[in-house]
């Protein structure tokens, strides 16, 4: 049984730093993609970024290049999302996702396994 447990959300301010963990059980971590995506209240669940099966290649939203910065710990079974200069529309419950395969991506039925989400407020 995969599960798959997010924490480091919390209320900022705008221009500050978050870094969100996901800590993966059952299955092995290490052969598998994993992906970010956050849904923000009435609007769509969006995707953030996707990093591949040993970290060597990831991709982001174009609204999140260069400010967010995916990475993993396979030894930990665990994803990170640092998110640097914190905007108000980052606002959002940000969930991680297990791929089916061994890369990332943006498409939601890439995914099998997902977090229960953390909620992430940035205040102006």
């Known amino acids: 049984q995969v599960q798959l447990v997010e924490s480091g959300g919390g209320l900022v301010q705008a221009g500050d730093s978050l870094r969100l963990s996901c800590a993966a059980s059952?299955?092995?971590?290490?052969?598998?993609?994993m992906g970010w995506f956050r849904q923000a209240p009435g609007k769509e669940r969006e995707f953030v970024g996707a990093i591949n099966w040993n970290g060597g290649k990831t991709s982001y939203a174009e609204s999140v290049k260069g400010r967010f910065t995916m990475s993993r710990d396979n030894a930990k079974n665990t994803v990170y999302l640092q998110m640097n200069s914190l905007r108000p529309e980052d606002t959002a419950v940000y969930y991680c996702?297990?791929?089916?395969?061994?890369?990332?991506?943006?498409?939601?039925?890439?995914?099998?396994?997902w977090g229960q989400g953390t909620q992430v407020t940035v205040s102006s």
């Open positions: 996702a297990r791929s089916t395969n061994d890369y990332g991506t943006a498409h939601f039925s890439g995914y099998l396994y």
């Open positions: 059952g299955g092995t971590f290490s052969r598998y993609g």
